[in-house]
């Protein structure tokens, strides 16, 4: 209740835009209970009770406006941070995908001779596979790419890697 009172009283002497700066800044000033206290004998002086209550409701609507505010601005904040904190595995998953995939392209003559499941734990999981069935055996062409980015392609014959194009 104090710092209503206080609020009025910063409102009574004209100190300028002290509920519209940031709440920290409005806070210290509701916290100085020596100035409210060396003013109340001069606000008594200069306006009657009804005036002073209509200012001081005034100021309490205004406190609790900025008090929302806060509480806004915070729930707002943890809602971002909670989004951040869901995103950061999708992140490390994509930038392990992205490593995987570059290593490939810088180092394709080590995919050569692995089979298809020692290709997809070196490279990541592949964009689509394109089969060819012969009387031979099967061949595939994996294409592997990055969205609006490089792409390079692996061959292989009966689950062997055999080629790489980049």
């Known amino acids: 209740m104090w710092k209503a009172r206080l609020a009025v009283i910063i409102l009574a002497l004209g100190i300028d835009g002290a509920l519209a700066e940031p709440v920290a800044n409005a806070q210290k000033r509701l916290d100085d209970w020596r100035a409210y206290r060396a003013a109340l004998p001069w606000l008594y002086q200069q306006f009657d009770k009804s005036q002073l209550d209509e200012i001081e409701r005034s100021n309490i609507r205004m406190l609790e406006a900025a008090k929302a505010a806060v509480e806004e601005e915070k729930r707002q904040r ?33 995919l050569i001779g692995l089979t298809r499941d020692q290709l997809r734990e ?7 596979v ?25 061959y ?4 062997i890697v055999t080629a790489v194009q980049n």
């Open 78 to 110: 943890a809602a971002a941070a909670k989004a951040k904190a869901a995103r950061k595995p999708q992140e490390h998953a994509l930038r392990e995908r992205e490593r995987k995939f570059f290593e490939c392209i810088w180092h394709p003559d080590s």
């Open 122 to 128: 070196k490279c990541g999981y592949w964009d689509k």
């Open 130 to 154: 394109n089969r060819t069935t012969t009387a031979s055996g099967v061949r595939e062409q994996i294409v592997y790419s990055m969205v609006s980015g490089p792409r390079f392609y692996v």
């Open 156 to 159: 292989t014959e009966n689950g």
